[in-house]
Nanobody
Framework: VHLVESGGGLVEPGESLKLSCEASGNIFSIYTQAWYRQAPGKPRELVAQ???????EYSDSVKGRFTISRNLRTFTTYLEMTMLKPEDTAVYYC???????????????WGQGTQVTVSS
């Protein structure tokens, strides 16, 4: 199983970006899908996620500005980021709990990360 992110880049404050994360491989079922980020010198933090009961959660710092979505047919997760701020600068990682065999044995998988820089 592989997760591959795309869509990062350099933008100015107030602009938007949309990240994508495509999961591929021997996927039987997906339990959760999420986006994390890690800024230099800081721990990795949860940004947004689809929980196991299909609800959506956002960190307080991005609520109202970021939107997580997904295409269940293509196993792709998206993170649409608007009104970007310099403090959103970080490497963004997608994460998913995926089973290759059934609906109960899930493992965490991570993408390689994509850099988002917000600067004027």
């Amino acid at each position: 199983v592989h997760l591959v992110e795309s869509g990062g880049g350099l933008v100015e404050p107030g602009e938007s970006l949309k990240l994508s994360c495509e999961a591929s491989g021997n996927i039987f079922s997906i339990y959760t899908q999420a986006w994390y980020r890690q800024a230099p010198g800081k721990p990795r933090e949860l940004v947004a996620q689809f929980t196991s009961d299909h609800t959506i959660e956002y960190s307080d710092s991005v609520k109202g500005r970021f939107t997580i979505s997904r295409n269940l047919r293509t196993f792709t997760t998206y993170l649409e980021m608007t009104m970007l701020k310099p403090e959103d600068t970080a490497v963004y990682y997608c994460n998913a709990q995926i089973s290759t065999i059934n609906y109960s044995n899930y493992d965490h998988y991570w993408g390689q990360g994509t850099q988002v820089t917000v600067s004027s």
